[in-house]
């Protein structure tokens, strides 16, 4: 890096990008203080909720081919950030499973088609394979003969979210990285570059920045946590459903994450009853195992998201960063914006940005002024 010195990085935010940020930064022997509104535990982070999955060609169904050449270079990336961790981490490359029943044939020959079109955009995805019953049956012998096809994609993975934030919360206590729990900041808390302030600002608190964002928004998610010792699945699986793609999302020790509902709203209530009986009959209607499975928490988040559903880092002033707008997708994106990050601190400027084309835009600095 061009960074000579050791510069003083203040991060706004712990949930999964302030904490990767911050991670990265302490291990280049920068000084790095974070500001976080709730606790060490990260409660109030969407990424404790998440199923963590790596699937940018699954998930290009629903976003732009940006998004699936992030994820394709964080599919690359993730190998190497979790082999500096001290504290292992569950990580599984097995690809996905795209399963549907007869009914829903229709949206699955749609949602196929999306997915090919994708291939033909970026050609260094590894190709889905279309599979018949025998198919299926051989990627995952519990599910016997209860579908007749599927599609395959090769190369996607996952990771277990809470694992890998607990592992990083070691990494900065390890580093003596300064951590401020309950301790809510904004950009206009700092005068970067100034007498005894920080070098470098970088927030990342989501919808904790909604003021400062004027047209960012919730997206409300429904995950479900349970303990199925019945059922095994190799791999996450996703159902066609009428409204919404359903995940089973397979981690450690028969424990399935289940989701994920799309609600545009902010509210953080309680899983309404429809969502969770969709969730779980949807589940069930995978693998009869499920029946028998405990329920170990049901819960919800809201995920940060801009008019665009892309993500976005702004430049507020010539060291005041923002990384917002990761929506749905913040493990399979985050590598990306992290090195992007890393780019502008160390470099102040980044190549990687442009060729992922990831949005950058720079504010007046006014935007700075309490």
């Known amino acids: 890096m061009s960074t000579k010195t050791a510069l003083h990085c203040a991060v706004l935010g712990a949930g999964l990008m302030g904490r990767l940020l911050a991670w990265q930064l302490a291990r280049a022997g920068h000084q790095v203080t974070v500001f976080e509104a709730g606790d060490a535990d990260a409660q109030g982070s969407p990424a404790r909720i998440a199923a963590a999955m790596l699937a940018p060609l699954a998930e290009s169904a629903i976003t732009e081919p940006s998004v699936v050449e992030m994820g394709r270079y964080a599919l690359a990336r993730w190998p190497q950030l979790l082999a500096q961790l001290s504290k292992p981490v569950y990580f599984q490359q097995a690809g996905t499973l ?54 395959y994609l090769p190369g996607e993975g996952q990771l277990d979210n809470r694992q890998l934030l607990a592992a990083l919360l070691h990494e900065l206590q390890a580093l003596q990285v300064a951590l401020h729990w309950n301790s809510p900041r904004g950009p206009q808390d700092f005068q970067p570059g100034a007498t005894g302030q920080p070098d470098w600002v970088l927030d990342c608190r989501g919808l904790g920045a909604l003021a400062d964002w004027g047209q960012l928004r919730g997206v409300r998610g429904e995950v479900a946590r349970i303990h199925a010792p019945e059922v095994s699945l190799s791999r996450p699986t996703r159902l066609i459903h009428p409204r919404y793609p359903i995940y089973i999302a397979p981690k450690q020790d028969h424990v399935f994450v289940i989701g994920a509902t799309e609600i545009e709203s902010n509210d953080l209530s309680p ?74 601190v160390h470099e102040q400027r980044t190549t990687l940005a442009s060729s992922l084309a990831l949005h950058l835009e720079t504010l007046p600095t006014r935007a700075l002024t309490p």
């Open 271 to 344: 899983p309404s009853v429809r969502s969770t009986l969709e969730l779980l009959s949807a589940a069930y209607a995978v693998h009869p195992g499920f029946a028998e499975a405990r329920i170990l928490e049901i819960a919800t988040q809201c995920r940060p998201t801009l008019p665009d559903n892309l993500p976005a880092i702004r430049q507020l002033g010539p060291r005041t960063l923002q990384v917002n707008g990761l929506y749905r997708h913040g493990f399979m994106i985050s590598p990306a914006l992290l090195d992007v990050v890393l780019q502008l």
């Open 98 to 151: 795209i399963l549907w029943h007869r009914q829903d044939a229709a949206e699955a020959q749609r949602f196929a088609r999306l997915l090919h079109t994708t291939s033909e955009k970026v050609p260094t995805l590894p190709k889905l394979q279309t599979l018949d019953a025998a198919g299926v049956r051989q990627l995952e012998p519990s599910l016997e003969s209860r579908f007749a096809q599927g599609l």
